[in-house]
Each structure stands twice: as C-alpha cells, then as structure tokens.
C-alpha cells in the first residue's frame, strides 16, 4: 500500500498531464476553426469574383460587339473622318458643269415659309451719287431651312436691290445679318438640333440624318459633322470662360471617364482617352477636358490654376498632380476624398457574404442621413451640425477600423480588408468635409459622376470617337450643355438664343455669352 504522498504525488501527475492534453486539444480546434474561418473568407472570395465575371460578360452590362453593331458604330464616325482627313488631291478633268439636284431643289420648296425677315437700306442711303432717288428694281431672297420641334421650314431674308433710274453708280442692296454658318443654307435652330441630339440625347448623326429625311430635304452626316465642328468652335470662347470660372470658385469635384478613339497612328484598332472632369458646384459650372493619357498632367494642368477645396475619389493620379505642385501652390489647395467610394468597398464586401461588413455601413447610412436633413441648410448651419451629430458617428467608425485592421481573421486577399485599407489610408482626407469650415463642401464626388452620365451614355452609342483631333468638340459641347443643366435653364432656348450672338460677336465679346448670363435675363 502506497503513502499518501506519493498518491497525491501520482494524481497530480495524471491531473498536470490531463490539462496538458486538453489544452494541446483546444489550441488545434483553435487552429482548426482559424483555418476553416480562413478557408470560407477565400471560398466567397471566390464566388464574389466568379460573380463578378459572370456579370460583366452575361449581365446588362456586357460589352460585347457583335459585327453588324460595328458596322453601325462605323457609320457614326464617319463625320468625324472627314472631317480631320485631308481630302484627295483633284484632278481637272473636262466636263460638263454640274447642275443642282431637281429632287433637292423641289424638296426645299416645298417647306413651309414661316418666318420672313426684311433687311433694308437705312432711308439716308437710298439715294445716288447725283442726288436722285433710288428705285427698287427687285429683292433679294435668301432661304434658310430651320427647325421648330418636328418640323423643317423656310425662313427667308428679303433684301431690296435699289438702283438709280439715270444708272447713276452701282445698285444697293443691305448686308446680310451674321449667320451661323455663312453662306450656308442652315438655322440656329436645326444646328441646335443637331448638337442636342447628339450631345444630350446620344443620338448618332448617322441616325439623325435619317430622322431628318422623313421631315423634308436631305443633309448628309458630313454636312451634319461640319455643323457639329463649327458651332462648337463658336462656342469655344464660352467654353474658355467657363474654365476661368470654375478654377476661381474655390470649390471643386475632379473625376474622370474612358472613351475608345480611332487613332490612324495605331492602325486596325481604337485606344483609350479620357474625358476629365470638373464641377465648380457653387458657381454651376462643369468642364470636361479630352485628352489621350490618364496620367496625372490633365489634373496638374487644372491644379496650376486653382486654390481651394479639390475633391476626387482615391485615384493615385491627383495624388501625384498635388506632390508635383510646387510648396507655394500646394499648400493653397485642400484635398478631400469622397465617402461614396469608400462605402462601396463596403459594400462589395458585403455582396461577397463577409457580414461583418454591415456594422461599417451602418455608420455610413447614419452620416448620410445626416447629410439628407442637412441638404437645403445654409453652409453655415450645416457646418455646426456636422461637428456635433457627424463626429459622433465617425468617431466609433474609426474605432472599429482600428479594430478590423488588427483582426487576423480578416484574409489580405478579401474585400473587407480592401475596404478598411481604403477607409484607414484616406480617413483624414473622408473626414475633412466634416471639419469647421467646410459646410460647402459635399460628403461624396456623385455631383460630379453625375454630370459625365450624358457622355456615358453617348459613348455607349457612338462606341468611340472618330479621331483624336475631334475631341474637343466634345469636351466643349458636353461642357455647354452640362452648365445649361446646373444653371437649369433650357438647353435648347439657350443654344438657339447664344449662336446667333456668337455668330456675330469678336473675339472680346464672345465670352460674355455664357448660361449664367441666359439664366439672368428677365422672362
């Protein structure tokens, strides 16, 4: 029979070794439950990015072309070929002059005349070098075909010719007033039209030049593209100003967009241009810049000219625009990020079955349902409500980002690490709308996404643009018309109203016929 103490000395053996073992247990089920945590965050890695494919090729947003879809993107740049290609050398050859087109000349008269403007001879002019009176001999007409909504007409200039009955000097007749087009046979009103329905409804040319054949005579995409070059030169004076406005508004959302373009120096296929953007959203006023590149110098080239708040989602091109800023020009610039590309990392995390996801985006609906109380309020106001209400919300999320950025069981591979690296390197730059003295400026860049939507949608259509060299006229008309929109006036009022001022202004007055201006005029 053993002593006690080496009884008690055996238990407390066997109970040391149980422990041992049971702890040894419990750290493999550990490591075991890690490892299927780890292995069910890579399976819905997985699924998000296999539903993420099956997206982009199977859903609505698919991008496939199908031949007869590229036949028809051809044909609606076309316009933009001729009008940048150098035409053939010609070749004098011996024929019979041309006579006009039977059909075309009887489908113009067959318009309705609507409107008839007389351009006379001021009274004091009406007489001959003798001293005698002069006579009227004849008119001159001249027909112009516009358009009213649905419908061509005629618009004719009636000039009287006036001549000396003793044929003392040379008959008189009035100049002609400024026209958009001289010596064309186009309205204001149909040019418009045409650079609606092409910039604010996506509608190719080469589908407009089948509407307008069921209306009356038949113009031709060329001629509908030369319209489109120049009355966006006309408004290129406009377009400059509104550049002037917008980097001195102290205000301003940066984003930008691709666009395929057809480029002959790479023969047999389009590349990639960008249409950059900027909103001034005090002032109304938006720009967009086409350039080839998406590096930081179409950014830099803006920044140069501008002090203020600078908003952009987390492209690092702005990023690099601000470093190569010299010191004296940088620290007059205030950069701030957007929440709303913040939060849709949260939400792709979310999409991808990771719920812890959903605390994060609860605190982003509470600071945007502040923001939505908030959206009438004067800056002032909104800038006081923010420091008590925002902070409250943005202090914790913060404390919870802090948190996530330590959980190991949250795999580098997975969207809800993408998000709450994204949230951590930029929190200062999400947060700063939030800080006093920055009432005026928004939580998020949407204003701005918002405004490039008409250009997605006609690139969609158009698919790309003829030639580098043609896109500008985008930038500008897109511009135009973005501000006509911010202003809210009517974009077909203004542009009916401003080519004709256009057509006849000099190079200093020009500017002065801005949307803002429209906006003021008393109706």
Known sequence: MSTPSTDSATLLALLVAERTAH?????????????????????DAAKAKLQALLKRYFG????????NQLALAWAAVEADLALVTPPPP?????????????????????????????????????FAPDGSALLKIREEITDEVDYQPGKLFRRQIIRPVYASPR???????????ARVIAGGQVGPGLIAHVLLSKYADAIPLYRQEAMLQRLGPCFTRQAMGQWVEHGASLFQPVYRELQKIAAGSGYVQG???PIRVLDPARPGAAREAWWWTFLAPGPGVVVFDFQLTRSHEPALAFLRRFRGVFQTDGYAGYLKALRLLPEAERTGIVHVNCMAHCRRYFVAALESG?????PFLAYLGALYAIEAEL?????????????????????PMEMALTRAATDLTIL??????????????RWAELTRYAAPGYGHVHIDSNAVERTIRPSAVGKKNFLFVGHPDAGWRSAVLYSILGTCKLQGVNEWSYLTWALPRLAAATNHTAAAFTPQRFAQLPR
């Open 23 to 43: 702890a040894v247990t419990q750290a493999e089920r550990d490591t075991a439950r890690v490892l299927l945590q780890h292995t069910a965050l890579e399976r």
């Open 60 to 67: 609505r947003s698919s991008e496939k072309l199908d031949p």
């Open 90 to 126: 010609v070749v004098p050859v011996a024929s019979k002059p041309r006579t006009p087109s039977v059909r075309r000349a009887q489908r113009l008269e067959d318009l309705p005349v609507l409107e008839t403007i007389l351009v006379d001879l001021p009274a004091a002019e009406k």
């Open 167 to 177: 044929h003392a000097g040379e008959p008189k007749i009035a100049d002609l007033p």
């Open 255 to 257: 984003d930008e967009t």
């Open 354 to 358: 990771d719920e812890r996801a959903a």
């Open 375 to 395: 959206r009438d309020v004067t800056p002032e106001a909104r800038a006081q409500t923010r420091a008590t209400r925002s902070l409250a919300w943005l202090v």
């Open 412 to 425: 580098p591979q997975s969207n809800l690490f993408k998000a709450v690296s994204y949230a951590r390197e």
